[in-house]
C-alpha cells in the first residue's frame, strides 16, 4: 500500500530535521572548547589557573605539566554530583620565551554546555585581576638599531 504524497514528504522532513540537529550537536560538542588571552604571562597564569582548579574549587588534578603547559582535572559542575575531565592548556605568545608575554588559555569541558567553560575562564581572569592587579602594559619591541654606515639623518653629509 502506498502512502499519500503529503504522509511521506513530511516524514521525510521530520527525519531530515531529526538529522540536522543531531549533527548540529555533535558537531557542537566536539569542538567545542573556550580561549582568553591572558596579559599576566606564562608563569602567573598557570600558577593562577592551578591554584583555581585545585585549591579554590577542590577539583581532583589527575595530571599536569608545566613545562608543556597543559592541566586535566576532574570538573565537577555546581548542580551535578557527577564529575567529568576537563582540561586548561597555555599556548605561549609568539614573543619566545619572554616570561611576560602573552599567553592564550583554552579550556576543553568536552560533557558539559559550552557556557562552562566560559564561566571558568571569567573565574581565572577575575582571579588574576583580584590577585595581580590590572593587567601589565603589552612592552614594546625596542626599535631596530643601526647599521654601521647608515646616516642617522637620512640625508647626504652637507659642507
Same mark, same amino acid.
Given at each position: ?5 503529503? $504522509?511521506?514528504? !513530511?516524514?521525510?522532513?521530520?527525519? +531530515? ?7 548540529? &550537536? ?12 591572558? /596579559?599576566?604571562?606564562?608563569? $602567573?597564569?598557570? *600558577? ?11 577539583? !581532583?588534578?589527575?595530571? !599536569? ?6 592541566? +586535566? ?11 567529568? =575531565?576537563?582540561?586548561?592548556?597555555? &599556548? ?6 619572554? =616570561?611576560?608575554?602573552? &599567553? ?8 558539559? /554546555? ?14 588574576? $585581576?583580584?590577585?595581580?592587579? @590590572?593587567?601589565?602594559? =603589552?612592552? !614594546? ?6 647599521? /654601521?654606515?647608515?646616516? =642617522?639623518?637620512?640625508?647626504? @653629509?652637507? *659642507?
Amino acid at each position: 500500500m502506498r502512502l499519500p504524497r503529503w $504522509r511521506s514528504s !513530511k516524514a521525510f522532513a521530520g527525519a +531530515l530535521t531529526g538529522l540536522l540537529v543531531a549533527a548540529a &550537536v555533535v558537531a557542537g560538542t566536539a569542538d567545542a572548547k573556550s580561549t582568553y588571552e591572558s /596579559p599576566y604571562g606564562y608563569s $602567573r597564569t598557570w *600558577n593562577a589557573a592551578l591554584r583555581l582548579v585545585r585549591v579554590d574549587n577542590g577539583w !581532583k588534578v589527575t595530571e !599536569k605539566d608545566e613545562s608543556n603547559g597543559y592541566l +586535566l582535572f576532574e570538573y565537577a559542575a555546581p548542580q551535578s554530583s557527577k564529575s567529568t =575531565p576537563g582540561s586548561i592548556e597555555l &599556548v605561549r605568545g609568539g614573543h619566545g620565551p619572554d =616570561p611576560d608575554s602573552a &599567553v592564550t588559555v583554552l579550556v576543553q569541558l568536552p560533557q558539559m /554546555p559550552h557556557y562552562h567553560e566560559q564561566v571558568l575562564l571569567d573565574a581565572l581572569s577575575s582571579k588574576m $585581576r583580584r590577585e595581580y592587579g @590590572d593587567a601589565p602594559e =603589552p612592552r !614594546k619591541p625596542a626599535p631596530p638599531s643601526p647599521s /654601521p654606515g647608515d646616516n =642617522p639623518d637620512g640625508g647626504t @653629509d652637507a *659642507n
